[in-house]
């Protein structure tokens, strides 16, 4: 009785200690993220979705009354979980301070409690890579959207957490892509088959969804009747070639992982990764929809799958991921100028 005792002990005091360091390195983040304007010399300054948002609070948009009488796909498409929450928060608090403040911190700390439940809470800190700035500092809703995925994810099991995911396609659409694919991922790594074969699977798989979510994707809008069809129908290549060659690289990366180390067994992170990277690393073979934004959506798992890579494989992620990050940073979202250049 007294060493259960002493070992529930143990326990509780490691569980307050990882909860303390967690919500200090979160805090942090939020303090870093929030505090400086990182698209202050950015061509995107002023066309970020979350300024959208705010007008649409402000000017009544989100009023939920009319979602009374619709059918079940007019509700889906319209979202109505989101409307209905932005709609009460903001009769606490101003639309500037929800889409700015509240919502992104939230979902900093929902992504950094995801992480830290899966690998290591130092990971946190890559929350920073501009790849994650550009997305909940902009994709607000499809953001705010995984928030809710990775705390189902960590504190729902078994049927309750199958009856609740299926919720989030009520805060945006594209949840019914990723659940889809996400179920086939798990379906793939139970396979009984060896881990190249599955790495070949997953890289279909990746080449299926770089086609779903590009020339085919106004198509699926136009058949639900979104009103973003014509916004995702366009000639334009999704991305360049050097955002193809680095996504290229990690994959390479990952499969050496499991050459040199043969007894790796791949999981759910590192399949993820695998599918996402290679669905955007051959996007510009292709024209139409946003590959790039599904790759920043799973970008806490694509963390996730670096802490489980061995050593150097490990080490070598993360290196690039950062110098990535810098050159985004600096050249992407201008912030060379900072320091006077």
């Known amino acids: 009785m007294e060493r259960s005792t002493l070992k529930n002990s143990k326990i509780n005091r490691s569980s307050f200690l990882f909860y303390i360091v967690y919500i200090f390195l979160s805090m942090l983040l939020c303090g870093l993220i929030i505090n400086v304007d990182w698209f202050y010399f950015s061509s995107l300054r002023y066309d970020l979705d979350t300024y959208t948002y705010e007008r649409i609070l402000d000017s009544g948009g989100y009023d939920p009354t009319f979602l009374y009488g619709k059918s079940l796909m007019e509700l889906l498409t319209s979202e109505a ?13 101003t639309s500037n301070f929800i889409v700015f403040i509240l919502i992104p911190c939230l979902i900093i700390f929902s992504y950094s409690l995801y992480i830290s439940k899966k690998s290591n809470y130092f990971y946190i800190m ?3 890579h501009p790849i994650c700035l550009m997305f909940y500092l902009n994709q607000l809703r499809l ?8 705390l189902i994810i960590v504190f ?8 609740l995911l299926p919720l989030l396609f009520f ?14 991922i798990n379906y ?4 009984k088959n060896s881990e190249f074969k599955k790495i070949i699977y997953l890289l279909v798989l990746g080449g299926i969804s770089a086609y779903i979510t590009g020339p085919f994707v106004s198509n699926i ?17 999704q991305t360049s070639i050097l955002t193809s060659f680095y996504c290229m690289f990690f994959i390479l990366v990952i499969c050496l992982n499991f050459i040199v180390v043969k007894s790796k067994k791949i999981n759910f992170e590192i399949s993820t990764s695998i599918v996402f990277f290679f669905m955007v690393a051959i996007s510009p073979m292709l024209t139409g929809g ?35 990050g810098f050159y985004i940073g600096l050249f992407q979202l201008n912030l060379v100028r900072y320091f006077g250049f």
């Open 188 to 191: 793939i790594i139970n396979l």
């Open 156 to 163: 729902f099991k078994g049927k309750l957490k199958l009856f």
């Open 221 to 237: 809008l136009y058949f639900l009747g979104d009103r973003r069809a014509d916004s995702y129908s366009t000639d334009e290549w």
């Open 143 to 150: 953001a705010f959207a995984f928030a809710v995925f990775y």
């Open 126 to 128: 890559l929350l920073m």
């Open 81 to 93: 979980i989101w409307s209905i929450l932005l709609t009460y928060v903001n009769e606490f608090f």
């Open 290 to 324: 946003y590959p790039f934004r599904f790759l920043s959506a799973v970008f806490p798992v694509v963390i996730v799958s670096f802490y489980y890579l061995n050593s150097v494989f490990k080490y070598l992620s993360i290196f690039t991921l950062l110098i990535i």
């Open 171 to 184: 805060i945006h659409t594209s949840m019914v892509f990723f659940l889809f694919v996400f179920f086939v």
